[in-house]
């Protein structure tokens, strides 16, 4: 883990990539204009795209040759490089040493030439901040450090469902260990299944198959290759260690087990309570959780469910096999050690962590870090009253300076929003809003942190004292909050933080926390519009 508290690395020699592939037009962003401004400072390169390998090879050989420490993608959305074709490019650079938090983006795609296309002005003004915030986080944050890990070939299928059927026989045909969990027992699971036209026999036969009827999953933790799983029933609990899990339940029939599977390994919900795929249409197998795959059932006739579950345990088992066939996995841990000088042992963040990966140290007097069980939701650095903690890619001392950053732009009428989102349904929702080209003030600036859970009531007091009008909090839906508690602990730091505002006779409302969920593009650019009309109200503007 991470020693405290690195100062800012001021003699880093970062590598600016800017991609005209943002600016289809050519009109709303003027890239060699931006790129000359911070032409200054060092290394800068434009490209058509960054992500042809032209681009690639520039990138990737500076990095080799040592020139730059650091790299910024003022291109699209880091979502992008999370769960596409892009995310290649992060695998060549973390392949040739880039640590992961010397990689920034600036999304300059939708955040600003997808909303602004109205305002090629506005949208300079801000792409040049969203570019300086990206050039502080990959000089401010601590680098992150990693474990290295030896995956278990060893499977959870949780459902004895067709798909999940299919999936145990074609993992045990590749030669895994399979455990199959179903609450019911064996006679009633199996009723609902065509059991002829599935190869049960062959599983009982087989000897790297365990099925675990009438069990529960009661508890869960670790990572991608090393999840640590505890299975119940009315005789006892046992944990079993799996290197994977493949969540086959029919959600329709049981939505209880759904919202568990979302608590116990963090399957985010979509909107209608479902666990969501990365992406519904191509990625429809994986989760945005490491390790943790999904076969679903719809209510289609049998011939269709047989055809479908097929294929989709085919294409579970082909994404899982690439995380357990490699002999090693890395984890990044994004918590840094608590420090001693400063821990007064309170207790207060192991009550805060959700996750029971907060606990107290009898013998040092110090609290401490389970990083298996951490999922970096930032809540436990919130509620530290000794500042102890922090988080490795979003620490306090970056989050202030974006902050500051963000305040300088122009005021030209508009009223200035700071927009703090949530990385998991706040960002994504302004992201979609930028794709659809919805249009709002170029003077709403993102930040983007990782949970509600980071989001200190001291950053919204801190951006109203820099001149921010408004300050828009988007984050997850209620029940939707992957880290379980983030939203909830947020609303009730809000709530005290709004009475707070009212006794320092500042209007509370110049707050909104708004739920989305990644596909409300709609949703954000409403609420945002609506919210500038608000604040330009009560300064009497036009
Ligand atoms: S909340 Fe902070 S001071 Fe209290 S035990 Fe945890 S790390 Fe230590
Ligand atoms: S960051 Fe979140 S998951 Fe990690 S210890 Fe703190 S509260 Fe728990």
Not at 3 to 11: F, G, R
Not at 55 to 84: F, M, W
Not at 169 to 195: Q, S
Request: glycine fraction near 8%; include cysteine; aromatic fraction near 6%.
């Amino acid at each position: 883990m991470q020693c405290l508290w690195p100062t800012e690395v001021n003699c880093m020699d970062i590598g600016l990539f800017f991609c005209r592939g943002h600016g289809p037009d050519g009109r709303t962003i003027d890239v060699d204009a931006l790129a000359q401004k911070f032409a200054k400072d060092g290394q800068v390169s434009v490209h058509e795209h960054v992500c042809l390998t032209e681009a690639q090879r520039e990138l990737l050989g500076k990095v080799e040759r040592g020139e730059i420490d650091g790299v910024v993608l003022a291109t699209c959305s880091p979502g992008h490089y999370g769960n596409s074709l892009h995310r290649i490019i992060l695998q060549r650079l973390r392949a040739v040493g880039m640590n992961r938090n010397r990689i920034g983006f600036a999304n300059l795609r939708e955040q600003v030439v997808g909303p602004h296309r109205d305002d090629p002005e506005g949208a300079m003004r801000k792409a040049r901040l969203l570019v300086q915030v990206a050039l502080e986080r990959v000089r401010l944050s601590h680098p992150m450090d990693s474990t290295e890990i030896a995956p278990r070939r060893v499977v959870l299928v949780v459902g004895a469902t067709t798909g999940g059927i299919l999936a145990a026989h074609r993992l045990v045909t590749k030669g895994y260990k399979v455990h199959l969990i179903d609450e019911r027992p064996r006679e009633a699971a199996l009723k609902r299944v065509h059991v002829e036209d599935l190869p049960i026999a062959a599983l009982d036969d087989d000897p790297r198959m365990t099925f675990h009827f009438g069990h529960s999953l009661t508890d869960a933790n670790g990572w991608a290759g090393d999840f640590a799983v505890e299975v119940s029933n009315s005789d006892g609990k046992r944990w079993l260690n799996v290197g994977a899990v493949v969540v086959a339940v029919r959600e329709q029939d049981d939505p209880a087990l759904a919202q568990r599977i979302h608590e116990l390994l963090l399957v985010e919900l979509g909107m209608d309570g479902t666990l969501r795929p990365l992406n519904s249409t191509t990625l429809f197998t994986e989760t945005r959780e490491p390790g943790v795959f999904l076969v679903r059932e719809d209510d289609v006739d049998e011939t269709t469910r047989l055809r479908t579950a097929a294929m989709r345990a085919d294409s579970a088992v082909t994404a899982l096999s690439m995380l357990l066939d490699r002999n090693e996995v890395f984890h990044d841990i994004a918590i840094t050690e608590v420090n001693p000088d400063l821990c007064g042992a309170c207790g207060t963040c192991v009550k805060t962590c959700a996750f029971h990966a907060a606990s107290i140290d009898a013998k040092r007097d110090v609290a401490t870090v389970d990083t298996r069980r951490c999922k970096a939701c930032g809540n436990c650095v919130t509620a530290c009253p000794a500042a102890a903690r922090d988080l490795v890619t979003y620490p306090h001392h970056y989050l202030l300076r974006a902050i500051e950053t963000l305040s300088q732009y122009p005021s030209n009428g508009d009223p200035k929003v700071l927009c703090l989102l949530c990385d998991s349904c706040g960002y994504p929702a302004a992201d979609d809003a930028g794709t659809k080209g919805l249009q709002y003030p170029a003077s709403v600036l993102p930040l983007n942190i990782c949970c509600g859970g980071r989001m200190d009531t001291q950053y919204l007091l801190y951006a109203f004292k820099q001149g921010f009008d408004g300050i828009f909090v988007g984050r997850c839906h209620d029940d939707h909050c992957r880290n379980i508690v983030g939203n909830t602990d947020m609303d009730r730091r809000m709530d005290l933080f709004r009475a707070s505002l009212r006794a320092r006779r500042i209007n509370p409302e110049r707050v909104r926390i708004w739920g989305l969920s990644p596909n409300e593009g709609e949703q954000y650019a409403e609420q945002v519009n609506d919210f500038c009309a608000y604040l330009r109200e009560q300064r009497g503007g036009d």
